[in-house]
């Protein structure tokens, strides 16, 4: 983990029942872009340490929804999900594409419901 200078201390539970403190100048979450449509592999929601990739497989909706969503206030900024996604959909929020910046907001519209 990295760790970077003096920020907002922010404790999240990882999903072992340990809590990680993630020190952060600024918000970076992970964004899941335009190549998960219709793909929706969810390698990434195996590895997310705090599961904020949803819908999962055994969530209602999983079926009805064109893609997963990467919930931006609880994204830790670890990067795992980014390696292991096999359609390469998934990047910082920083380096989006501009041809799929609306899917910054589009990831944070869902959890908005």
Same mark, same amino acid.
């Given at each position: 983990?990295?760790?970077?200078?003096?920020?907002?201390?922010?404790?999240?539970?990882?999903?072992?029942?340990?809590?990680?403190?993630?020190?952060?100048?600024?918000?970076?979450?992970?964004?899941?872009?335009? !190549?998960?449509?219709?793909?929706?592999?969810?390698? @990434?929601?195996? =590895? +997310? &340490? /705090?599961?904020? %990739?949803?819908?999962?497989? *055994?969530?209602?909706?999983?079926?009805?929804?064109?893609?997963?969503?990467?919930? !931006?206030?609880?994204?830790?900024?670890?990067?795992? @999900?980014?390696? =292991? +996604? &096999? /359609?390469?959909? %998934?990047?910082?929020?920083? *380096?989006?594409?501009?041809?799929?910046?609306?899917?910054?907001?589009?990831?944070?519209?869902?959890?908005?419901?």
């Amino acid at each position: 983990m990295r760790v970077e200078p003096a920020g907002t201390r922010d404790l999240r539970p990882l999903r072992r029942g340990t809590v990680v403190e993630c020190v952060k100048e600024e918000a970076v979450t992970y964004v899941i872009n335009e !190549p998960c449509i219709g793909v929706k592999d969810t390698s @990434c929601v195996e =590895v +997310c &340490p /705090v599961d904020c %990739i949803h819908p999962t497989k *055994e969530e209602e909706g999983f079926e009805a929804a064109e893609q997963l969503y990467i919930n !931006p206030d609880e994204c830790i900024d670890c990067g795992a @999900c980014e390696s =292991v +996604c &096999p /359609v390469n959909a %998934i990047t910082s929020d920083a *380096e989006v594409p501009e041809k799929w910046r609306s899917f910054i907001q589009k990831n944070a519209d869902y959890y908005k419901k």
